[in-house]
T-cell receptor, first 113, second 111 residues
Framework: EDQVTQSPEALRLQEGESSSLNCSYT??????LFWYRQDPGKGPEFLFT???AGEEKEKERLKATLTKKESFLHITAPKPEDSATYLC??????????????FGKGTSLLVTP | NAGVTQTPKFRVLKTGQSMTLLCAQD?????MYWYRQDPGMGLRLIHY???????AKGEVPDGYNVSRLKKQNFLLGLESAAPSQTSVYFC??????????FGPGTRLTVL
């Protein structure tokens, strides 16, 4: 059974204090690993898709990396507007649910001035 | 483009009442999904559709029905609401296995 575990559950950073969020996964053949950002009261907003080990993608202060067992979302010099819940999800190659995503529980990030 | 829209945004039901949640997308996506999000549980798939006129069960389908009569719309129905169905419901759509685009959600409370 596919599993996605995110850590830590919550993270508090000071503005400018870089850190990383972890997403470890087990899946029977990875088609893709997705990162989303979710603000309170809103739907998840797509950030990145990673397809193979060694792949990296960047967007502003965020950089996502992928290994065969986990993905990291690195946040460099965060600002208060980066505060949100970050969700990781995997898409299995042999899924019997269309191309549905299997989500982790998320990491709640708070960046204080 | 509006992307993915959901109606209503909020709803309160009494146990046993029925309702339909509407999802609409204007991106011409074939695939559409309904998820529910509960505290400490993450997003879980209820039902999905791979095209107009087709639907299939996801991880937690019991107590829900769906219909996809038009490509751009995906309806989620609760025939007899239960308190366990209190949740936030999200609709999403995608082009095949590409990233899914999510709607703003419907917050449902069943008393």
């Amino acid at each position: 059974e596919d599993q996605v575990t995110q850590s830590p559950e919550a993270l508090r950073l000071q503005e400018g204090e870089s850190s990383s969020l972890n997403c470890s996964y087990t899946v029977s053949g990875l088609r893709g690993l997705f990162w989303y950002r979710q603000d309170p009261g809103k739907g998840p907003e797509f950030l990145f898709t990673l397809y193979s080990a060694g792949e990296e993608k960047e967007k502003e202060r965020l950089k996502a990396t992928l290994t065969k067992k986990e993905s990291f979302l690195h946040i460099t010099a965060p600002k208060p507007e980066d505060s949100a819940t970050y969700l990781c999800a995997v898409q299995a190659r042999a899924s019997n649910s269309g191309y549905a995503l299997n989500f982790g529980k998320g990491t709640s990030l708070l960046v204080t001035p | 483009n509006a992307g993915v829209t959901q109606t209503p945004k909020f709803r309160v039901l009494k146990t046993g009442q029925s309702m339909t949640l509407l999802c609409a997308q204007d991106m011409n996506h074939e695939y559409m999904y309904w998820y529910r999000q509960d505290p400490g549980m993450g997003l879980r798939l209820i039902h999905y559709s791979v095209g107009e006129g087709t639907t299939a069960k996801g991880e937690v389908p019991d107590g829900y029905n769906v219909s996809r009569l038009k490509k751009q719309n995906f309806l989620l129905g609760l025939e007899s609401a239960a308190p366990s169905q209190t949740s936030v419901y999200f609709c999403a759509s995608s082009f095949r296995d590409n990233e899914q685009f999510f709607g703003p959600g419907t917050r449902l409370t069943v008393l």
